[in-house]
């Protein structure tokens, strides 16, 4: 399972640096091709679309037609996309492409491919589950910020040296990393498939309530976090302090690398204290923290604040998905990491179109409702699921529980 999780762990690391370098330049690139700002926002909403739909593809499907086969396809499916994305203007071609769901509008995909490496790395011993992803978050926020960063070099370069690629061409990262992706798939053992025998039944079967409840709370946190996106904060800082896009890049670069020491902290503060407890008491102080940078002075103030909360903020990512994964039957994992995931891209639209409403109203609203809203999160996961023992060993109080679901 070892080299299992190594080789999960480096296409999530190739994934997340090619979607932070073109989440960078797609927009750039359609815009000097020509298309107007209505059909940008059709292929990001096209993006989105196909996340969702195609988690919920992996969430019926996943664990019936095998992991390592879906998983396959859908990197496949990355190489075709990128291929239409770098060769291609037709704006038709572009939203089928994006329809596949396979591409990303942030550096950190959530979407089905992610999905699917969450019910895998699931299988990897209860003991070792938490660092496990940890590690996995922590190779997605440090590539993701290397690409978004790598994505500014050509432009600079093309100044000095004017034979450097255009920005399309510059797009035909993604079918690379898709084939790489995909050529590392192959290798992948039959462990990371959920076991097979005449008494598993794939689907979420009587966990569906908890996992459902699990979901509507994560649909709770992630339209908090859409009144506080990163496009938006930017927005927020330069109007409130007068910002530069430069400095912004900056600070949002040292946010990526402080969610990755967030990551690998979470490991080690999860088998310490457990998986729900980590969630809750390192996400109440960054919510304190994101309400309190809306009465923040100065930026000089501010931005400190927003690095302290990046850190903390990330820490409930890895424990999250590893709670998730303990509390179901090993056959019940994609169909849980998809469930889960997938409440995400119903209600993350609403976020920002909220935040701006409540922008109106006072200009840092949007921070102190996304506060408030995050806090309830927290106290009712805590209160919902404090009872609930995760699997922590080997015939644990969670295998247990799995086994009173056949």
């Given at each position: 399972m070892l080299s299992d999780v190594r080789r999960i762990a480096a296409i999530q690391g190739i994934r997340a640096f090619a979607y932070g370098f073109t989440a960078v330049l797609l927009g750039v690139v359609l815009a000097r091709e020509g298309f107007s700002a209505a059909q940008v926002g059709e292929v990001f909403a096209a993006m989105l679309a196909g996340m969702g739909l195609m988690t919920l593809v992996v969430a019926v499907t996943g664990d019936r037609l095998g992991r390592r086969r879906v998983y396959l396809a859908l990197l496949v499916g990355l190489l075709v996309a990128g291929v239409v994305f770098a060769l291609t203007t037709s704006h038709l071609l572009l939203i089928l492409a994006a329809l596949t769901g396979t591409l990303s509008t942030d550096a950190n995909e959530s979407g089905p491919i992610s999905s699917l490496e969450q019910a895998m790395l699931g299988q990897a011993p209860a003991r070792e589950r938490t660092r496990v992803f940890s590690r996995y978050n922590a190779v997605a926020f440090l590539f993701g910020s290397?690409?978004?960063?790598?994505a500014g070099g050509p432009a600079l370069l093309r100044h000095?040296?004017?034979a450097v690629p255009a920005n399309r061409s510059l797009l035909l990262v993604l079918p690379v990393a898709g084939l790489v992706c995909a050529l590392l798939a192959l290798r992948l053992g039959p462990g990371v498939d959920a076991p097979k025998s005449p008494e598993t039944r794939p689907g979420?079967?009587?966990?569906?309530?908890?996992i459902l409840g699990l979901a509507f709370l994560f649909g709770v946190d992630s339209l908090a976090s859409g009144f506080v996106v990163q496009a938006f904060l930017v927005y927020w800082f330069s109007r409130r302090f007068g910002a530069s896009t430069e400095v912004m890049g900056l600070v949002f670069f040292s946010t990526g690398v402080l969610?990755?020491?967030s990551s690998v902290a979470s490991g080690w503060l999860s088998v310490r204290i457990g998986m729900l407890p980590t969630m809750v008491f390192s996400h109440l102080p960054a919510n304190l923290l994101l309400a309190a940078i809306a009465l923040a002075p100065t930026l000089t103030v501010a931005v400190p604040m927003l690095l302290v909360r990046s850190f903390l903020s990330s820490m409930d990512v890895p424990a999250r998905q590893a709670f998730t994964a303990s509390i179901v039957r090993p056959e019940q994992r994609a169909s849980a990491a998809a469930t889960t995931n997938v409440t995400?891209?119903?209600v993350k639209p609403l976020g920002p179109l909220i935040g701006g409403a409540l922008m109106q109203v006072a200009f840092g609203a949007p921070l102190v409702a996304a506060a408030a809203l995050k806090i309830a999160y927290d106290l009712a996961?805590?209160?919902a699921f404090r009872n609930l023992e995760p699997e922590r060993e080997a015939g644990g109080p969670a295998q247990a529980a799995a086994r009173s679901d056949s």
């Open positions: 290397l690409g978004a960063l790598a000095l040296i004017p979420l079967g009587t966990a569906r309530p908890r969610q990755a020491a995400r891209y119903f996961l805590f209160t």
